[in-house]
């Protein structure tokens, strides 16, 4: 049978569909580069939690290491980090309520010596990424080998805390807990010059076969007091989970109008066979499994921006990421939506043949409510996994991009910079120079500023990413090398919720 099969295949035939196929690739791949948006979001995230690799840096090693990952991430333009700081109800920042983090020196409670927060707060800014604190609301420890330290607030209130296989966790049916764990973010957003505060897919812990939760002592106080029956515990829960991001949301903006609150949780809300408004899946939910009712949420404002974690392949069988991507694009409630991409599950290094990169980035692009991606985890794009790293230099970050704008809270821009100059320096090398634009406020502040490069007889586009040549926090711009022709530079101002300024024009000769 197999030779009779050959004896019909055309060699030209397949040569010719091969070519066909990889020019159609490549004409793709070059229309997306080209039709890259001005404003997206760009973002990773850097777990520490299991990271045991810091604890045997000294305290230079592990600057130097964040300096090199973030030189990393700024070739590749991402625009946030989304940096874990609370892994286990301790910190990687000077707290007074917490301890120190084990992740850090290897013990938990031990001081450093430095403050990893403020660093890297610091760093971020410095090449014009924006830091989200991210942090876990719930869990206490992960493994019962974790010796907590001996101020550990669990030690001071015990009965805030429920065991549930191997893990600690705060109660989230206790108010206590709640206040608790918002008084933390309270300081968090006030000491710290963070951009966001940023929770995951972790409230009530993931299910455990042939175990339950024990939250009925709280129940029975905070539950059945209050109305609920034994049948509606799930609300309860549900109910518990949407006073602490209701009151997240609200202590961040009335601490910080600026900066947002935003979460990231598990891929599927509800499975189509509980509630027919669900997705076409078939696999844990949160609504169902998690208790977080993330849609609502996103339909009463809470949360400032959505990234689903939808870690699946196209085409799988429980959990497709194409019928996922629709779902949320079509259940977001005008919040802005932006896509947890699993970097090892799309790109599969074991396998030369199987890469959906090309097929998942130009679905987000074809979703008008998606607005940016955000990749798992930071350190696969740190050592280029599948050629993720060059894929995104060559092609869907070539040029750069402007965070959204959080137009919900501030749409009046920064006004525009003055006295826009150029001369020479001490090299004999041109710079621009301006002055930042008055401000009453801190919304009214210049935060960052964009200089674009035109050629003088082009017209000048500023929603074109292909023109922009720095995106920067000082107030000069050092030209890189002196210009054949005469070009046309424009500054703009940008606030921190990421509104545009009108732009000022300075023509340079050659």
């Known amino acids: 049978m197999s030779s009779n099969i050959h004896a019909f295949i055309n060699p030209m035939s397949i040569l010719k569909k091969f070519c066909l196929f990889l020019s159609f690739t490549i004409f793709t791949l070059s229309t ?43 070739r590749l333009k991402i625009n946030a980090v989304l940096f874990q700081i609370r892994p286990e109800a301790d910190a990687w920042y000077a707290s007074p309520y917490e301890p120190w983090s084990r992740y850090i020196t290897g013990v938990q409670g031990r001081n450093p010596g430095w403050d990893p927060l403020a660093f890297m707060v610091k760093e971020c800014h410095k090449r014009n990424i924006d830091l989200h604190a991210w942090l876990n609301p719930y869990r206490v420890r992960t493994s019962p080998r974790k010796e907590l330290a001996p101020d550990h607030i669990y030690f001071k209130h015990p009965d805030w805390f429920i065991n549930y296989g191997d893990y600690i966790w705060f109660d989230p049916g206790n ?112 609504y169902d499994d998690l208790y977080a009712d993330v849609t609502y949420w996103l339909k009463m404002g809470w949360v400032d921006y959505n990234i689903p974690q939808l870690y699946w392949e196209i085409g799988h069988r429980a959990a497709d990421y194409q019928i996922l991507i629709d779902w949320w694009s079509k259940n977001n409630y005008g919040i802005p939506l932006y896509i947890g991409q699993d970097i090892i599950r799309t790109i599969r290094p074991d396998s030369l043949k199987f890469s959906q990169l090309y097929r998942k980035m130009l679905m987000v692009s074809e979703y008008p409510k998606v607005t940016g991606n955000c990749f798992w985890p930071g350190y696969e794009l740190e050592r280029n996994a599948g050629g993720i790293a060059d894929s995104l230099t060559n092609v869907y970050h070539k040029y750069p991009a402007i965070l959204p704008a959080n137009n919900r809270y501030d749409q009046t821009p920064p006004k525009s910079v003055t006295n826009l100059v150029y001369s020479k320096d001490k090299d004999n090398r041109l710079r621009l120079s301006w002055t930042a634009p008055t401000a009453r406020t801190e919304m009214d502040k210049a935060a960052y500023y964009v200089v674009y490069r035109f050629n003088s007889q082009g017209d000048i586009n500023l929603e074109d990413p292909s023109k922009i040549v720095s995106i920067t926090r000082s107030n000069e711009y050092r030209i890189p090398r002196k210009p054949i022709s005469r070009k046309v530079y424009v500054v703009t101002a940008f606030d921190r919720c990421h509104n545009e300024s009108r732009g000022e024009l300075i023509v340079v000769p050659n």
């Open 32 to 74: 997306i580069a080209q039709t890259t948006p001005k404003r997206e979001f760009r973002g990773t995230w850097i777990h520490t939690v299991g990271q045991g690799k810091y604890a045997k840096m000294s305290t230079q090693e592990m600057k130097a290491y964040f300096i090199n990952l973030l030189d990393d991430l700024q």
């Open 175 to 286: 108010p206590e807990c709640r206040e608790f764990i918002e008084t933390v973010i309270k300081d968090i957003v006030t000491r710290y010059d963070i951009d966001a505060i940023h929770m995951d897919d972790y409230f009530y812990p993931y299910p455990i076969v042939d175990s339950q939760f024990d939250d009925s002592r709280s129940f029975r106080k905070y539950g059945l007091d209050k109305g609920y029956t034994i049948a509606q515990k799930s609300d309860w829960r549900r109910e518990n989970v949407n006073k602490l991001i209701e009151e997240v949301h609200e202590l961040v903006h009335k601490t910080k109008p600026w900066v947002e609150f935003g979460v990231s949780p598990f891929g599927i809300y509800r499975n189509q066979k509980r509630d027919p408004n669900g997705s076409k899946t078939n696999g844990l939910s949160n």
